[in-house]
């Protein structure tokens, strides 16, 4: 569990419920972006991604400028930023979900496991298995519980026998902190259930298909805190098996889940660090800015 220096907390708390933050004058010469160049930590390790001068624009929109990432095996990090600042842009980048967007072009280099993403011979339903996506809005299909998560391992042909699936089926709601609640009623259908629910059902319906990677795009932001509270400690029980990545408006959630969080500005990484250090001593100006509620 990370901390953040109290009063950043208070401002952060403040921003997350929408309060107005009193704004400082600007100091443009402190928020200066050197394209390309990001500060802090970007690098670790043992990379499970490694994201090297990443464009992407829309037509001739550039959403993401240069930016060069790496994300840890088994590391929970947090993209945040102000609207509009390309986070789910460059998030869906990572299994190439932006592929069905015309417009959309990608540059730069992006390995998975040191193998390119996007190699023309790189079959895309196998990458999303191995990265899987949990949605802002839950999206069960209108089948019962079962079949939702049993879908992925049927089309992956996961399981041979139909026990060895009843067995994906319930380790999967087991890992999603579902199981208790959906034993009995597996047969109902999922659109059904409360709103937390069809969420913890959608991250067992990723869990199914035994991905490496989940990506979740604000995956709590059309949750009650309860539901939230309940997706943030799953996150963290599923951190020891899995890499995740997480897009995130709150704040006291990027600093409640991820070991590092990495800020975007205007399409630019402005920086990335353990999570701590960015909610209590951040190294750049507009890092600071944003976490006070200068903007948002
Ligand atoms: N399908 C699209 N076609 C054209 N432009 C797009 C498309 N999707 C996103 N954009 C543009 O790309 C930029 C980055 O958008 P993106 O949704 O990635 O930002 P974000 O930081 O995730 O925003 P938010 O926090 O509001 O979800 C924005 O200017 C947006 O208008």
Known sequence: MNTMNPSIAAKANMQDQGAEIP???DRPEDTIIEEGRTVGKPFVDDP??????VSVSYGSDRAIK???LDIG??????????????KSTFLRCLNRMNDS?????????????????????????????????????????P?????????????HGLANRKSDLDEIVENSLRKAGLWEEAKDRLDSVATGMSGGQQQRLCIARAIAVSPEVILMDEP??????????KVEELISEM????????????MQQAARVSRRTAYFHLGHLVEVNETDKVFTSPEHQLTESYITGRFG
Request: proline share 6%; with cysteine.
């Open 239 to 250: 951190s020891e098996s899995y890499t995740i990545v997480i897009v995130t408006h709150s």
């Open 220 to 229: 709590c932001s059309a949750l009650d805190p309860i539901a939230t509270a």
């Open 66 to 68: 240069d930016i060069s």
């Open 73 to 86: 095996r088994n590391e929970v990090i947090s993209f945040i930023g102000p609207s509009g600042c390309g």
């Open 48 to 53: 499970k991604f490694k994201l090297r001068n």
């Open 143 to 155: 089948k019962s519980i079962y079949d939702n998560v049993a879908y992925g391992p049927r089309i």
């Open 23 to 25: 704004v400082p004058a």
């Open 101 to 141: 967007i015309d417009i959309c072009r990608v540059e730069g280099q992006l390995l998975l496991d040191d193998e390119d993403v996007y190699h023309s011979k790189r079959d895309v339903v196998e990458l999303r298995a191995r990265v899987g996506m949990v949605f802002q809005k839950p999206n069960p299909f």
